[in-house]
């Protein structure tokens, strides 16, 4: 049973830092083609955060977090992370992380593809971040 579990999420001021976290079991990470990061905020669609992409370890991020977040892969933990620094209110949502099998497809460059929530299979249940002073 594929299960992926986030952590780390919590209420923290505008400028302070998380670091999230996303443990699997029942698959490993290094054999999905990719692994994301979304969130959504209230009232709002999910939206791709960022995306390592596991064949040689590419990183995209949205515009908004471009150069405040670092997404990264621990192999031996099996373990993703988004480390979240300068945060803002506007980063206030639920993050989730998810698998990505669907692979490269023909007509569809992975670095504008990444964020496509139909690329995903598993996904955890989310973990909660709130700015606020």
């Known amino acids: 049973q594929v299960q992926l579990v986030e952590s780390g999420g919590g209420l923290v001021q505008p400028g302070g830092s998380l670091r999230l976290s996303c443990a699997a079991s029942?698959?490993?990470?290094?054999?999905?083609?990719?692994i994301g990061w979304f969130r959504q905020a209230p009232g709002k669609e999910r939206e791709g955060v960022s995306s390592?992409?596991?064949?040689?370890?590419?990183?995209y991020y949205i515009d908004s977090v471009r150069g405040r977040f670092t997404i990264s892969r621990d192999d031996a933990k099996n373990t993703v992370y988004l480390q979240m620094d300068s945060l803002k209110p506007e980063d206030t949502a639920v993050y989730f992380c998810a698998t990505d099998h669907t692979g490269p497809i023909y007509d569809r460059p992975y670095e504008t593809d990444w964020h496509d929530r139909s690329r995903y299979d598993y996904w955890g249940q989310g973990t909660q971040v709130t700015v606020s002073a």
């Open positions: 029942g698959l490993t990470f290094l054999e999905s083609y990719a």
């Open positions: 390592i992409n596991n064949s040689d370890d590419s990183t």
